[in-house]
């Protein structure tokens, strides 16, 4: 049961990272100004479409772990802490309201 938590957060972080660097190219966060790392949207080196795509695919191969965990025995406290990453995961750089922009990206994965 641990590895299987292992790979849900390991799912969970790398999906996370593949749509912060989409929504934040589509949103026009990450421009030619950007310090820092490289983005892979944002030089071009992945296109957009396909950076959502991955990002949704890992997503819901978390999902379906996190799943697996449940019916294993973690019932609805697990479930709620599935659904709680998945929803921080795309509402932390995502949405009309992202929560990394309004001040609420800290409190938000700290309960995840």
């Known amino acids: 049961i641990s590895f299987l938590f292992w790979i849900f957060a ?6 996370t990272n593949l749509h912060n660097d989409y929504a934040d190219f589509i949103k ?7 310090v820092g790392p490289a983005r892979a949207t944002q030089k071009g080196w992945i ?3 396909t950076m959502a795509r991955a990002s949704t695919l890992i997503l819901t191969a978390a ?3 996190g799943t697996q965990l449940v ?9 709620l802490a ?3 990453c998945i929803f921080g995961a795309v509402a932390y750089t995502g949405g009309p309201y992202p929560l990394g922009a309004i001040g609420l990206g800290h409190i938000s994965i ?3």
């Open 63 to 65: 999902i379906a772990v």
């Open 82 to 84: 599935v659904l709680a």
């Open 110 to 112: 700290a309960y995840a």
């Open 71 to 79: 019916l294993m025995g973690g019932g609805l406290p697990v479930a």
């Open 47 to 49: 296109k957009p479409k």
């Open 28 to 34: 026009g966060a990450d421009t030619n100004l950007r």
């Open 10 to 15: 390991v799912l969970t972080q790398i999906g």
